[in-house]
């Protein structure tokens, strides 16, 4: 709602189509780089003192940018500079709210569920807020959109604020189950801090990141070609009806997403989701009607709200206690930046490429990425099996963990400190079994 009404604004108030959007990819990329910094707030002073603010400061700038467009011929420069901070103020309401549900939802079967409807209700957020702008349009300047943006924003997160949940807000007491990372992630490998900071941890987290940029470009090329279909069908009512399409697959599989209770690993599960929506997109270019395209849209919808929430899962089961806001932004950061470089890029192909070849090639990262997980997911699984049935000395096993009823580390908790059991070489067999070197998550 708020892009919709900020583009609206700025073409009505500068009576151009290039200020409006330079304004908006100020806005955008200040609000999608500076995600995970903003969510880092959170995890670190909680959503009662971060939130706020930045809702009040996004609220305020939002109502700015109201007055500023409701004046004719308003500078590009000056809407350009109250662009940059209300970007930079967005409330990180999405990954506030997936860390809630962690919280409030410690069974990882009812979490996905939870997970599940928050992408259908976003899926719901992205059909209605285009509408509610459009009815304002007709009986109001774009500018009232903007303010009346302002207040939701406002009023969600003070009601949000205002909620148990985030009274109770246990983010910063929950010890961590593992060595963490600057990044607020989980990982039993050791990284220097470029390397840390390039791979992001956690391979699982990479994993996440990197499908859910392949998902964000795989959707931001779709709207662009699906207007270009459009066009050279000479039906533009097709653009509303496919991304509705898309939107009630969406809905429709995230509902059921979240109600089967999987057995596939999540990791081969996310590979096959996103597999699965990238070859179905890349059959959409060999459409020969309009129609064919709906259908073709409705399937792939499928797959795009289980893709998500199988990423913020996993990002979910990575991260740190104290970072699993960032975590969740991070997925986030990654979806919104790949869907705004997907759709540059494919607005330079349309018109110079058949849009079989664009539909193909707007395809082919997230089936790339799809691949890549898959072949970790299963070369992951062979490793541990090997590693299973041979036993060998890995690092962590070098460092005995304290005994749980001896947090001093003292010795006295621990029977073979004690005396009571003969000592053991790391690797070596107990009781006839082999020990199992790898430790799980």
Sequence with gaps: ??????????????????????????????????????AGLVDRYGPRRALCPMAAAYALLLTGLAFATAWPDTSGILLGILA??????????????????????????????????????????????????????????????????????????????????????????????????????????????LRRWLLHGDPEMRQAITVSAAVGMCLGAFDLLVIAFADEHKT????????????????????????????????????????????????MGLSPHPCMLIGWAAIGGLFVAPALTTAYLIADECADPTGRTRASAWVNTSFNAGSAGATAATGLLVGRLPLPVCFALAATPVVLSAAASASLCITTRSMTRGATGTPTSTSWTQERPRALDDPSGSGRGDPEQRGELPRREVGAPADGHQQDPVRQR
């Design 84 to 193: 940059v901070p209300t970007g930079a103020c967005t409330p990180p309401l999405g990954p506030v709210m997936r860390t809630l549900w962690s919280d409030l939802v410690p069974d990882r079967r009812l979490l996905q569920r939870a997970y599940s409807l928050d992408a259908v209700a976003e899926e719901i957020l992205f059909v209605t807020g285009p509408l509610l702008v459009g009815l304002l349009v007709h009986v109001a300047a774009p500018s009232v959109g903007l303010a009346a943006s302002a207040a939701l924003v406002l009023i969600g997160s003070l009601a949000l604020n205002s909620s148990p949940a985030v009274r109770g807000w246990s983010g910063r007491e929950k010890p961590p189950v593992g060595p963490t990372s600057p990044e607020g992630l989980v990982s039993g490998a050791r990284f220097s801090p």
């Design 1 to 38: 709602m708020v892009s919709f009404s900020l583009v609206l604004a700025i073409k009505e108030a500068t009576d151009s189509y290039a200020v409006a959007g330079a304004v908006m990819a100020l806005f955008a990329l200040t609000s999608v780089l500076l995600s995970p910094a903003r």
């Design 236 to 283: 533009p009512s097709l653009v509303a009806w496919v991304l509705a399409a898309l939107s009630g697959g969406s809905a429709i599989g995230g509902l059921v997403y979240g109600a089967v209770p999987w057995r596939a690993p999540i990791r081969l599960r996310l590979a096959l989701l996103a597999a699965a929506m990238g070859l179905t997109l890349a059959a």
